[in-house]
């Protein structure tokens, strides 16, 4: 997961589909496949939970190798040598194809995998966070804020960053890793070592926030490359 799909399905893409004619029940049987889609992200992740590699790992088994995160707005839509779909046409569909599924956010790769990481977390967290016993209740109540205004942030990144305004992703995302430091900084205060179930959820937990971390990091990469990219080399292409 070291690339992403900056020029992805936006700007004109809905308007060259036509009408979709599509009604209520339509639309949520797609966002039902979508949420699909998180849960067995997060079923492949938590199998590799203890690979080095679990991001690049968990992508790989998702079908978004390499390519399907270039910058290249070009290779959205190749095919390989015999004609068979490519990682980027698994990860963003085939935008040729008018008769296909409509791009939406909930396709883009570093969506899936932000929403999935979120979701074990959250899980994780309420499962314990009520019990007064187990959590001060304000801890509770600031991690709890902490991990969900984290995502709310990286939604908004993952959004700027599917209409190509790379500048605003960089920003939202670094509001979104505040956050995240904060998640560090409640899991990291002296009073949770006596805190048998939060000790436990920390330490589940620390290893899903840094992978958080690494994948919004490489995407603001990803981000600048773009931004610093000469307009040119645009035109050459």
Known sequence: MSNFEPDGPSDNDWDERGD???????????????DDVIH??????????????????VAHMMGWDEESWSSDSADISSRDNNGSET???????????????????????IFIATKAIHLSLK????RIAPDAEKVP????????SSIYRGEEQAMLAIQALDFGDYAMAISLFKRALRELNQSF???????????????????DALPRLFDLREIWLRVMN????????????????
Request: net charge negative; aromatic share 10%.
């Open 185 to 203: 900084a409640h899991l990291g205060m002296p009073a949770v070592a006596k805190l048998p179930a939060v000790a436990r959820f920390a330490e």
């Open 222 to 237: 990803e981000c600048r490359d773009e931004l610093e990219r000469p307009v040119e080399d645009e035109d050459e292409d």
């Open 87 to 109: 990682a980027a046409d698994a990860a963003t569909g085939d935008l040729n194809d008018f008769n296909s599924e409509p791009y939406t956010l909930h396709k883009n790769p």
């Open 123 to 126: 899980r994780s967290w309420e």
């Open 137 to 144: 209740q304000p801890l509770a109540l600031a991690l709890h």
């Open 40 to 57: 067995r992200y997060l079923a492949y992740y938590e199998t590799l939970r203890e690979h080095p590699e679990r991001i690049d790992e």
């Open 20 to 34: 979709l004619a599509w009604n209520e029940f339509d639309w949520e049987k797609y966002l039902r496949e979508q």
